[in-house]
T-cell receptor, first 117, second 111 residues
Framework: GAVVSQHPSRVICKSGTSVKIECRSL??????MFWYRQFPKQSLMLMAT?????????EQGVEKDKFLINHASLTLSTLTVTSAHPEDSSFYIC?????????????FGQGTRLTVV | QKEVEQDPGPLSVPEGAIVSLNCTYS??????FMWYRQYSRKGPELLMY????GNKEDGRFTAQVDKSSKYISLFIRDSQPSDSATYLC???????????FGKGTRLSVIA
């Protein structure tokens, strides 16, 4: 089936540094990708919708200057957490829609566990 | 009221039991309903995908959607220890809108 690859799976960074997370659709072209964040024992919360070739749409309360999203190609979206702080430590997951699948089914990446120390 | 409500559990059952997981929702515009399984420290994987009301069966898993009651269920028959995970319900208005997730129910199947 369709595969979405997310990298890295785990990253530890120092407070104040930036971290880039990549989300790739391996066997389909995704015009739309979504970025979610999941805190421990919480549900996935949508952060932003990433559209190829245009600006991302951010959910209320998500700082667009802190969470930079670039969807430069139909198979790659990146999320950069800038000037990371310990409260940004979380599990970040991307999903990509396969427009060729039934009802544009969404496929998830493996997730990235970010720890800011 | 949250858009999607799901009891977080934890739910502990013996091996071989039938498991029933449920979600309620408030947005009548939801048309697509999904169940995801998430193992610890992993991304969610799609288990069942249902459009509108009705039942869908896939192996040991059965998904039910009752739009009139705004209630969805996932049944797991002959549960196995390998089914131990967090199960998230999710739903959306259409095929290309972001999903709204429940909080997830943590399930433990004891051998």
């Amino acid at each position: 089936g369709a595969v979405v690859s997310q990298h890295p799976s785990r990253v530890i960074c120092k407070s104040g540094t930036s971290v880039k997370i990549e989300c790739r659709s391996l066997d389909f072209q995704a015009t739309t990708m979504f970025w979610y964040r999941q805190f421990p024992k919480q549900s996935l919360m949508l952060m932003a919708t990433s559209n190829e070739g245009s600006k991302a749409t951010y959910e209320q309360g998500v700082e667009k200057d802190k969470f930079l999203i670039n969807h430069a190609s139909l198979t790659l979206s990146t999320l950069t957490v800038t000037s990371a702080h310990p409260e940004d430590s979380s599990f970040y997951i991307c999903s990509a829609e396969n427009p060729s699948s039934r009802d544009s089914e969404a496929f998830f990446g493996q997730g990235t566990r970010l720890t800011v120390v | 009221q949250k858009e999607v409500e799901q009891d977080p559990g934890p739910l502990s059952v013996p091996e071989g039991a039938i498991v029933s997981l449920n979600c309620t929702y408030s947005n009548s515009a939801f048309q697509y309903f999904m169940w995801y399984r998430q193992y610890s420290r992993k991304g969610p994987e799609l288990l069942m995908y249902t459009y509108s009301s009705g039942n869908k069966e896939d192996g040991r898993f059965t998904a039910q959607v009752d739009k009139s009651s705004k209630y969805i269920s996932l049944f797991i028959r002959d549960s196995q220890p390998s089914d131990s995970a967090t199960y998230l319900c999710a739903m959306s208005n259409s095929g290309n809108t972001p999903l709204v997730f429940g909080k997830g129910t943590r399930l433990s199947v004891i051998a």
